[in-house]
C-alpha cells in the first residue's frame, strides 16, 4: 500500500508564496507519474499540474506561470512551488500518485490566500 503525505499547507497574503510537498513511501516512486489537484468550497476537484516518471510536466490555464511542478526521486517527493498566489487558488490541495495501474491520493493540505 503506497501512502502520500502532503505538506507546506497554509495562510498567505495575495501575491504571496508557498511550497507544497507530498511524500511517498515505498521504492517505486521513481515509476509514479504524480499530479496535483484541487479542491475549493462548493467545487469539484481539479487538476492543478502534472508530472510524469520521465518528468514531462504540465499546468492548468490559470496557475501557468506562476506554479511550477517537481520532483526528487531520491527524497520520494514532489513539490508544487506556488508563486503570485491569488484570493482563488484558495482550496485543499491534493497530491495523486499512479503506478502500475493504481491510483492513491493524499488526504489533503488547506492553502489559504487572504489578507
Known amino acids: 500500500q503506497v501512502q502520500l503525505v502532503e505538506s507546506g499547507g497554509g495562510l498567505v497574503q495575495p501575491g504571496g508564496s508557498l511550497r507544497l510537498s507530498c511524500a511517498a513511501s515505498?521504492?517505486?516512486?521513481?515509476?509514479?507519474?504524480m499530479a496535483w489537484y484541487r479542491q475549493a468550497p462548493g467545487k469539484t476537484r481539479e487538476l492543478v499540474a502534472t508530472i510524469t516518471r520521465r518528468e514531462s510536466t504540465d499546468y492548468e490555464d490559470s496557475v501557468k506561470g506562476r506554479f511550477t511542478i517537481s520532483r526528487d526521486n531520491s527524497k520520494n517527493t514532489v513539490y508544487l512551488q506556488m508563486n503570485s498566489l491569488k484570493p482563488e487558488d484558495t482550496a485543499v490541495y491534493y497530491c495523486?500518485?499512479?503506478?502500475?495501474?493504481?491510483?492513491?491520493w493524499g488526504q489533503g493540505t488547506q492553502v489559504t490566500v487572504s489578507s
Open positions: 495523486r500518485g499512479i503506478v502500475a495501474g493504481r491510483i492513491y
Open positions: 515505498g521504492s517505486m516512486f521513481s515509476f509514479y507519474d
